[in-house]
């Protein structure tokens, strides 16, 4: 699984130390996450997008599962990433579930369009 410590500056060269204590909750997993999405993505935004395998994103404030969202289409299989969904890793709760679809959805019409 891999986790992304998000939001730390660090220099473009050079050393540099992290040092980072934060406690995580996890009350939902990685495949929980990444089936809750697909099924909302069934659901609520496209038959044509799927689920990839989410990984954790932990920052100050909070910490998510990021799940990424594949198109595909019948006729050529796997089209591309066209965005991602976070999933508090705590509620489950999608996060910003309008914006998200919105910008799923234009994404997808994008890459469709090339």
């Known amino acids: 699984m891999t986790i992304v ?12 130390e992290i040092n ?8 939902v997993t990685a495949e929980e996450a990444r089936r809750l999405v697909h099924r909302w993505l069934l659901h609520q935004v496209s038959y044509m997008m799927g689920a990839q395998s989410p990984e954790l994103v932990v ?6 599962w990021r799940v990424p969202v594949m198109l595909t289409a019948s006729h ?4 591309g990433v066209v965005g991602h969904v976070e999933v508090h890793v705590e509620t489950g709760a999608i996060k910003d579930v309008t914006l998200c679809k919105a910008k799923l959805l234009q994404c997808a019409q994008a890459l469709a369009a090339k």
């Open 76 to 79: 050529v299989g796997p089209v």
């Open 5 to 16: 410590l998000d939001a730390y500056v660090i220099p473009e060269k050079g050393e540099f």
């Open 59 to 64: 920052n100050q404030e909070s910490a998510v």
């Open 20 to 27: 980072f204590k934060r406690k995580v909750n996890l009350q």
